[in-house]
């Protein structure tokens, strides 16, 4: 199996179904964790050095960050639901979630600063959302935390790629620091298939194939993308989701297109 392909585990004593930091990741910026909790159950951690965004990806939960109480966030019984709640925590504070139904929440974390940015809820009214490409490259985008939001390091996004669709295509990168032009940027992807039988994929390649893996991606999987193309394809019949979480020596999202198929833009 490729080592950016990521399968969900039994949850860990911390109810972890996914664990990826900067060390397993052999990185510098990018982390994540997937939490599933049952009805009572509670999430928490201390970020230290980092900031983190907690999404629900499905159920409720009681939330505390920072000492202060959020009340109850969440409300969609999946990915596929509507749009996501999320908490903002800054780095040097810790949070909790006490789970009040079945619930799945993503860690996404970046180096922060300590009291850079106040903890805030981003509700589903917070988030802009958009549609990118046309046809059989149509996917529907969920901004979390663009580079326009507060925050030190993190940039948050979710998509929903229609069955028979592409998506992050044409194939672009970030991976070098050539701003205005590229940024450098990590990228990890969450995925999600409705219904969850199904499959979708993913190459991660480079101009000189030294990188050139593609990867059969289920129900819960993550890939790592520490540089390099990646465009995904979602099968007919299969709805393809997945949360995104970039993080680089600069905040900025700037993508360089694989001059090979940058015509498909001119259609």
């Given amino acids: 199996m490729s080592k950016l392909l990521i399968k969900p585990s039994s949850p860990d004593t911390d109810k972890r179904t996914i664990h990826v930091s900067p060390q397993t990741a052999g990185w510098t910026y990018v982390g994540f964790d997937l939490y599933r909790l049952r009805p009572g159950e509670i999430a928490s951690a201390e970020t230290g050095d980092r900031e983190v965004c907690l999404v629900f990806i499905s159920g409720r939960g009681r939330a505390n960050a920072d000492g202060a109480q959020f009340g109850t966030l969440g409300e969609r019984a999946n990915p596929?639901?509507?749009?996501?709640?999320s908490l903002y925590v800054p780095a040097g504070s810790s949070w909790s979630i006490t789970a009040e139904s079945d619930a799945e929440i993503a860690a996404c974390s970046a180096p922060g600063s300590t009291g850079g940015h106040p903890p805030r809820v981003i509700g589903p009214d917070d988030v802009s959302t958009e549609t990118r490409g046309k046809d059989s490259n149509t996917r529907h985008v969920t901004n979390i935390i663009s580079e326009n939001e507060p925050a030190d390091s993190l940039l948050v996004v979710e998509v929903v790629t229609p069955g028979g669709c592409t998506s992050?295509?044409?194939?672009?990168?970030?991976?070098?620091?050539?701003?205005?032009?590229?940024?450098?940027?990590?990228e990890v992807y969450y995925h999600r298939l409705d219904p969850p039988q199904g499959f979708a994929f993913q190459r991660v390649y480079t101009d000189d194939r030294g990188l050139d893996e593609t990867m059969t991606v289920t129900d819960g999987d993550v890939t790592l993308v520490p540089y390099?193309?990646?465009?995904?394809a979602a099968i007919h019949g299969y709805d393809l989701y997945y949360l995104n979480v970039m993080a680089g020596p600069k905040r900025v999202w700037r993508f360089h297109n694989e001059p090979a198929h940058e015509w498909l833009l001119a259609q």
């Fill in 80 to 85: 596929f639901g509507g749009r996501p709640w």
């Fill in 168 to 186: 992050s295509y044409p194939s672009h990168k970030h991976d070098t620091d050539n701003l205005p032009h590229e940024s450098q940027l990590e």
């Fill in 228 to 232: 390099g193309y990646h465009p995904c």
